[in-house]
């Protein structure tokens, strides 16, 4: 689950990590309202959305021109301007596609007088099972170009579970930054305080790009890139309140309430399997027969009739849907319960789209019986490669 900058920087401040002071805004008038509150003569107004490149990002409307989606206000009359700009308008980003995100609310925030630019994020690394510190004295919008160009310029630490954070850590990123006095002071007790929020809020990413150096020598977070552990989000009622449905894809909404693990994928062939392994094997298999997956959909060990019904409508409901796969290997699942689910489905849904069937495990030639007496037109498969293939003719058959 993501979460907006503004919320994020909220939580620097529950953690005494050094940012910037700022208020969101939902309308041009309280944008107006919360530069007021702030001491100016300068505001940022930053545009809402979860994605990044916010800064080199375009409107679709021609009046916000090419300004993007970050801009600098030297006047009240142009964060009203900038407000009314973004707010209702589409911002298409590197990381948006091209169909982009409507901006909904922005964050009006205190200019700051920039002397450097930093790149700092912490991040659960699955190889060493640690939380990595990586870090850059290249921050700011063109950190991808740092990491593809010159990454001799990023360096990464780790910090042992055993231990915990230590001063050392701490020491060893200001040092990587070229931090000096004051502000090596601040990174130290900063790193400590951005571990202990990493840990304690089950946090998979957090990126702050920029961290800048004001030229007062303050060390100051000007940014906010929060991701957190789904699995985990029971622990946490005050991070799922944060949570903004309308920055969502509508079909993974839609398969949270079912307990499906879903991801939207720009293929057209789509995916029901049960297993997160067989999931990838499967969506592996279909590009090497030369086409592309439309989703990732793990049905679980013990899915119901009803479970396959609704992720049977989840898939359907993505019209560049041109034909589906069901891959069931059943351990726990039983094939009979998932050929009761296809059929229902098929028939309330009236499936147009080539539909195959790979069938294995328990109770498998029950289910394989109750396909053929269904009267559909269900294509069976015998493994998983004659799966792939019967789908991807079938497919390009259809045209």
Known sequence: MNIHEYQAKEL????????????PAFTVDEAVAAANKLPGPVWVVKAQIHAGGRGKGKFKEAAAGDKGGVRLAKSLDEVKQFAGEMLGNTLVTLQTGPAGRVVKRIYVEDGSQIERELYLSALVDRATSRVAFIVSQAGGMNIEEVAHDTP??????SV????????????????ALGLMGEASKTCI?????????????????????????????????????????SNALYRHADIVAMRDEGEEDPMEIEASKFDL???????????????????????????????????????GGGASKEKVQAA??????????????????????????????????????????PLVVRLEGTNVELGKQILAASGLKITPADNLADAAKKITDAVKAAG
């Open 12 to 23: 620097y401040r529950q953690f005494g990590i050094p940012t910037a002071i700022g208020y």
């Open 152 to 157: 001799e310029q990023i360096m990464t630490f």
């Open 160 to 175: 042992d579970p055993a231990t915990g954070y230590q001063p050392f850590h701490g020491r060893k990123v200001a040092f």
């Open 189 to 229: 007790k900063m790193i400590g305080d951005i571990y202990r929020m990493v840990v304690e809020k089950d946090m998979s990413l957090l990126e702050i790009n920029p961290l800048v150096v004001t030229k007062a020598g303050k060390l100051v977070c000007l940014d906010g890139k929060m991701n957190f552990d």
């Open 261 to 299: 693990s879903f991801i939207k994928l720009d293929g057209d062939i789509g995916c029901m399997v049960n297993g997160a392994g067989l999931a990838m094997a499967t969506m592996d298999i279909i590009k090497l027969y030369g086409m592309e997956p439309a989703n990732f959909l793990d049905v």
């Open 312 to 353: 049977f409508k989840i898939i359907l409901a993505d019209p560049s849907v041109k034909g589906i796969l069901v891959n069931i290997f059943g351990g726990i699942m039983r094939c009979d319960i998932i050929a009761e689910g296809v059929i229902a489905a098929a028939k309330e849904m009236s499936i147009t789209v």
